[in-house]
């Protein structure tokens, strides 16, 4: 049973930064797809970025530059190291691996002008 637990969300003041943690289990993680998406209140959920197995990365142009998505293999985990935050970022942050299509509980972030 393939299980993801997202941590490292909360309440940031604009400009500042949060890293958010996704660890999976139950699975191969090392050749897995994982992506970031985020849902605002209202809104439909989007994508945020994604990492492939062998490391190659997309983002969203509304965090392109700001936000960066890595990998420990080892961990079994994918961060989201979020740079400049805006209040337009706030939202609930869910971690999604693709190739298995399973989403995370989702994590809130909240970003105060």
């Avoid at 500042?16 to 139950?26: E, F, I, K, P, V």
């Avoid at 509304?62 to 998505?69: A, E, N, W």
């Avoid at 869910?94 to 399973?102: E, F």
Wanted: glycine residues 10%; proline residues 2%; positive net charge.
């Amino acid at each position: 049973q393939v299980q993801l637990v997202e941590s490292g969300g909360g309440l940031v003041q604009a400009g500042g930064s949060l890293r958010l943690s996704c660890a999976a289990s139950g699975i191969i993680f090392s050749s897995s797809t994982v992506a970031w998406y985020r849902q605002a209140p209202g809104n439909q959920r989007e994508f945020v970025t994604r990492i492939l197995g062998i490391g190659l990365t997309n983002y969203a142009n509304s965090v392109k530059g700001r936000f960066t998505i890595s990998r420990d293999n080892a961990k079994s985990t994918v961060y989201l190291q979020m740079n400049s935050l805006k209040p337009e970022d706030t939202a609930v942050y869910y971690c999604y691996i693709i190739n298995r299509n399973v989403w995370g509980q989702g994590t809130q972030v909240t970003v105060s002008s």
